[in-house]
């Protein structure tokens, strides 16, 4: 089960940090992802990670302004959103899949319920 926050309401330039929980076994998870979806939107990628090796890959839209990391240990993912931009507003998910490296949501084993972004001054 994976259980995202971290959400909420940020100005244009501002900041938000997500976070997302692997609760039971995280033995199959070898590859996590941020996917997001806007109203009327298909769910695009965002970025992802190695479970294990930690390399991570982003979309060009948020390169240089989000970052992802782990922390195994808590069984955590975070989303680091810097420079954040009206069009980034969406639904943000987390997921897992078993199967290293892969940006296609259709390809993701495990999801979470999503949390809200909002960028608007």
């Known amino acids: 089960r994976l259980v995202e926050s971290g959400g909420g309401l940020a100005q244009p330039g501002g900041s938000l940090k997500l976070s997302c929980t692997a609760s039971?076994?995280?033995?199959?998870?070898?590859?996590m992802g941020w996917f997001r979806q806007a109203p009327g939107k298909e769910r695009d990628f965002v970025s992802a990670?190695?479970?294990?090796?930690?390399?991570?890959y982003y979309a060009d839209s948020v390169k240089g302004r989000f970052t992802t990391s782990r922390d195994n240990a808590k069984n955590t993912v975070y989303l680091q959103m810097n420079s954040l931009k009206p069009e980034d507003t969406a639904v943000y998910y987390c997921?897992?899949?078993?199967?290293?490296?892969?940006?296609?949501?259709?390809?993701?084993?495990?999801w979470g319920q999503g949390t809200q972004v909002t960028v608007s001054s």
């Open positions: 997921a897992a899949r078993r199967v290293y490296g892969s940006m296609r949501a259709d390809e993701y084993n495990y």
């Open positions: 039971g076994s995280t033995s199959p998870i070898n590859f």
């Open positions: 990670i190695s479970w294990t090796g930690g390399s991570t």
